[in-house]
């Protein structure tokens, strides 16, 4: 049945037992208990594929960790190939009674919100995706990766200067020109940016967007005009896009800077260039997320907001460069976290409040398997 009719005939069912539904909610204010067995948990990629060595496997890494440390979850994957499909695909996974179900990445925002309007008892999480009125089904878990990007520029550009004296350039590679890839180039550049002002260095800043964030030879492409231009290290910020632009640093024998995990260990093929990763912990918030429902402490209309202050964002370790990082400099990146976390540097990116709550949101009992 295609799920507009089944959606429909959900609806008609409501109605014909509205009175006595309204009548048993009103007496009890409860929902109904918990029967026993797994909670089903689904979880979507906007970007047609969990394979990116970066966002989407991160989050997906959250999930699995769930799973493998026994939770009593039952899981399913899916990748939509087209944004065409996520509305279709979310719905006919709230009418086989998946209790929560997460959307992973900010395009699948505008369908959760359309299909927890339709299935109220249903809980939904989207990651990196946002609403100005959270739904009260929903949770938006998003990132102040401002924070990090913020000390990755400031590394960057002093990496830059110690490796190209005479005329040092940091650049980055975004993928598509929105908000989740500017709030990471805003503060790299103003990382950057801030280093050439305490330092009084003229490192240059250039970048440019690819315009998708699965061309990995568009990243690569991209790259190569801007390590022409000067650029001694590449931050790649755009999922398999910016994984191009780091393979062309390494091709070039320059130098990059990973996004949202640590990529020395998911690039292996270009883990001795990678100086360190802003680290975006959607793997972090998806444990949070999950193990609220299944606590049954899940708040719908909230904002998680993960920053350097609850380790929802932060900087990988140095790795290979652990011993190649001057001691001093090292230091004052360890310093300019702090001064971030105590608000006497500021990464030129606004901060999102933590939404309040409308009420704490809870599903139906879950289906038997």
């Known amino acids: 049945m295609p799920i507009c009719r089944r959606r429909t005939a959900v609806k008609k069912f409501v109605m014909l037992l509205g009175l006595a539904a309204g009548l048993a909610v009103a007496a009890s204010a409860q929902y109904p208990a918990r029967r026993s067995g797994p909670m089903r948990v689904a979880m979507l990629a906007d970007g047609g594929t969990f394979a990116d060595s970066s966002f989407s496997q991160n989050s997906r890494e959250g999930l699995e960790e769930m799973l493998y440390s026994g939770a009593p979850i039952f899981v399913q994957f899916a990748e939509p190939l087209s944004p065409l499909n996520f509305e279709r695909q979310l719905a006919a996974l709230a009418e086989r009674d998946y209790r929560l179900i997460l959307g992973v990445g900010y395009r699948m925002a505008p369908a959760i919100a359309a299909v927890a309007a339709d299935y109220p008892r249903t809980l939904f999480a989207c990651i990196d995706g ?41 650049a980055w590679v975004g993928g598509l020109d929105v908000e989740s890839v500017n709030q990471f180039v805003v503060g790299f550049r103003n990382g950057a940016e801030h280093f050439n002002k305490v330092k009084s260095k003229q490192v240059r800043v250039l970048g440019d967007y690819v315009g998708s964030f699965d061309d990995f030879a568009g990243g690569q492409q991209v790259a190569g005009q801007l390590l022409d231009a000067g650029a001694d290290v590449i931050f790649g910020v755009g999922s398999i896009s910016g994984n191009g632009g780091i393979a062309a640093a390494k091709e070039r024998g320059k130098w990059a800077i990973g996004v949202d995990t ?96 409308k009420k704490k949101a809870k599903a139906k009992a879950p289906a038997q398997d």
Not at 133 to 162: K, M, R, S
Not at 346 to 356: F, L, N, R, V
């Open 130 to 170: 946002d609403y100005e009125d959270i739904p009260h089904n929903v949770q938006a878990l998003t990132f102040q990766v401002d924070e990090c990007a913020f000390p990755a520029g400031y590394l960057a550009a002093a990496w830059a200067d110690l490796q190209d004296p005479k005329d040092p350039a940091v």
């Open 262 to 357: 640590d990529q020395h260990n998911t690039l292996l093929e270009q883990q001795d260039v990678i100086l360190t990763s802003c680290l975006k912990r959607m793997d972090r918030a998806v444990v949070q997320t999950v193990t609220a429902a299944l606590d049954n402490q899940f708040w719908g209309g909230t904002r998680y907001v993960g920053n350097l202050a609850n380790h929802g964002v932060g900087l990988a370790p140095y790795h290979d460069f652990a011993d190649q990082i001057p001691e001093r400099l090292q230091k004052e990146i360890v310093d300019i976290q702090r001064r971030i976390l105590d608000g006497t540097v500021s990464t030129g990116w606004e901060a999102k409040p933590i939404a309040t709550p």
